[in-house]
């Protein structure tokens, strides 16, 4: 049972969890209508000191696409946050007011910290370069959607893997299915963290820097954005920001049924070019992405099927 528990990182719950949401997504994209009072009377609060377009609205949508109400902050120097009050004490205040808070914040464990102090479900969107357990739950409705299935795929990477929290969570998650296999696409300097290297195992995954010689391998492509915010010097993210551009050429290379993904914002990493490709399906994913956080939402407050 989801019922009350927290949402940190995604292996807080079980594959059978897992499936259990994607199961339910599934039956809200079959009849919306059916569930639009689920949570009648119910409160959420998205806590956002860090900025968000569709976590925040994904959210939001969701919550009202249920009946339920929001409240929340998309500026924490909005809130007595500028006073400085601490998260802690931030947290224990919104827990007496909502049923459910999302948070997301700039430092790493912030959300593991502030489950720690609440009374309600807390619900991480988004810590620092750590984990985006939501964004993989998107991820992974929008795979077995599209795909068919969440085992026997090849994953390629591209981009900021270092800073890049969705490609975290979402190979900590994907390695759970059997025979997913990982390459990893990116410059030097943002590689994968080791520790999560060294929890797949060497035989699962490869390692280059070319996503021209590896793209004709892939049954998906994840793209990500360069993390500039999380950069220490503005001259180094300038030279890697246009390191991978995904345009028409490359994708002339890629199998036919390959997907493209990407969580989105996208920067220059794709060309614009693709969007009109149908097996380019970001915008399609960010649909997802409220669904399966209606379904989160419903079973998290206990109403879900
Ligand atoms: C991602 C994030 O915030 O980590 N965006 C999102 O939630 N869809 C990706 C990013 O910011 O690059």
Do not use: W
Not at 102 to 112: F, Y
Not at 121 to 129: M, Q
């Amino acid at each position: 049972m989801i019922k009350g528990r927290h949402l940190i990182e995604v292996n807080d719950f079980t594959l059978d969890e897992i499936e259990d949401l994607l199961n339910f997504a599934d039956r809200i994209i079959q009849n919306q209508a059916k569930y639009s009072e689920l949570c009648k009377g119910n409160l959420i609060a998205t806590l956002f000191y860090e900025p968000s377009t569709r976590t925040k609205f994904s959210f939001e949508s969701a919550a009202l696409r249920l009946g339920a109400q929001v409240i929340g902050f998309a500026d924490a120097m909005t809130s007595s946050v500028s006073k400085g009050e601490s998260l802690i004490d931030t947290i224990q205040t919104m827990a007496c007011y909502v049923d459910l808070i999302v948070i997301r914040h700039p430092k790493e464990g912030a959300p593991r910290l502030a489950s720690k102090y609440s009374q309600v479900p807390i619900i991480n969107g988004g810590d620092g370069g750590h984990h985006h357990p939501t964004q993989t739950l998107t991820d992974l409705l929008t795979i077995r959607s599209l795909k068919g299935t969440l085992s026997n795929l090849t994953i390629g990477l591209c981009g900021d893997l270092k800073f890049g929290r969705t490609t975290h969570s979402l190979t900590k998650t994907l390695l759970r299915y059997p025979n997913v296999n990982f390459i990893f696409i990116s410059p030097q300097e943002l590689k994968i963290p080791e520790y999560i290297k060294d929890e797949i195992g060497k035989e699962r995954y490869l390692e280059t820097d070319s996503l021209d010689n590896s793209i004709g391998d892939l049954d998906i492509l994840y793209m990500t954005r360069v993390q500039k915010e999380r950069f220490f010097s503005e001259e180094e993210y300038l030279r890697l920001k246009g390191y991978y551009i995904l345009d028409q050429r490359k994708m002339k290379m890629a199998r036919k049924d390959m997907i493209v993904m990407h969580p989105l914002p996208r920067v220059n990493e794709i060309a614009t070019e693709v969007d009109t490709d149908e097996r380019a399906v970001y915008f399609k994913q960010a649909r997802y992405g409220m669904y399966v956080r209606m379904s989160l939402i419903a079973k998290m407050l206990g109403k879900g099927e």
